[in-house]
């Protein structure tokens, strides 16, 4: 595969994401500046790369950092202490520099900020796409699925700083929301890495990485309901239950809901890494088809039902509503 092609398949599916995102919000700035903080993003996680190098370096002049990475807790160390704080802090100081000049000229929006965040973190995993390509550590299909995780991160912090920069009444309170929302951040960043990491390791540490994916998803209706916020629109409302044995009930049933859905997002995900080698004829297999045919509609079901539950939340939440209204 050529560099270029490489270069394509690393950016399409931030583009893409991007795209999605500058549509769905009605006062996006242009998509020309849109890009140009992608650019930007991509810049950052080139420092990001550097100074965790650096990093590294320094700190085996002290411990033994190699070492460490051979367990769990030392990868956790890692995460917490070097790859969450460099790689949000760059994206936040990128987004921070961008908002700031761009307030000079004009009127910025919270949900502006909010997406100049995303277009940040986008072109972050864009350059972490190529890195991870060029090297040959990750697949494509590994690659594409991660896309929108970056933008998931920093999606936190993104809302505060949104809401500081383009508030004039509640501004002090932004400010003091915006540092946990940055550690917020960080540690959901070092959390998913660590599960991403846990299948290498023997029973039990390995069934950890069952819970990725639903984290991915609830992080995923985090940012959707962050976006909701800075849109100015009410955030879509799940737990309704008036006593506390109703809302320990309803947490329960989303809490599996994410279980299901986030694991029937792994099956398929599982399902296509393991088809990836075969040739398009060989799919078709008696077999092989009837193996893709059973693991497709098992997963299918989970997703179903997990949807259903989801729902079912929803709908109550709005007879409730519609009660207190009347």
Known sequence: M????????????????LSYYYYRVFTAPSLLRLLLLLVLGAISGFVALNLEL?????????????????????????????????????????????????????????STVFLFTIAVALGFT???????????????????????????????WGYALGMYICSHTRRHQYRHL????????VICHALVNVLSSAW?????????????????????????????RVQGKFPVVLISGITPQQRYWERGLLLFALMLGGNAIFGLFL????????SLSQLFYPDVLRFILSRFFLN???A?????????????AQRKFFKIQL
């Open 2 to 17: 050529t560099e270029f092609s490489l270069l394509l398949w690393a950016a399409i599916p931030p583009l893409l994401l």
């Open 54 to 110: 650096g990093f590294e370096t320094v700190a085996n002049w002290i411990v033994d950092w190699q070492r460490w990475q051979r367990w769990l807790p030392g990868i956790a160390l890692r995460q917490l202490l070097e790859i969450g704080p460099i790689e949000e802090g760059c994206k936040l100081v990128t987004v921070v520099a961008a908002s700031y000049y761009y307030q000079r000229n004009y009127r910025l929006r919270p």
């Open 126 to 156: 864009a350059q972490e796409n190529w890195i991870y390509l060029f090297y040959n550590t990750a697949s494509i299909l590994d690659r594409s699925i991660g896309t929108p995780v970056h933008a998931m991160f920093s999606a936190p």
């Open 178 to 185: 915006l540092p946990g929302a940055w550690l917020n951040s």
């Open 200 to 228: 290498r390791y023997p029973t039990p540490l390995n069934f950890c990485s069952y819970g990725l994916f639903p984290f991915l998803l609830w992080m995923f209706w985090r940012m959707e309901q962050l976006l909701q």
């Open 271 to 278: 399902l296509a890494r393991k088809l990836s080698p075969l």
């Open 300 to 302: 299918l079901v989970f």
């Open 304 to 316: 179903v039902v997990g949807w259903l539950i989801y729902r079912y939340l929803r709908r109550s």
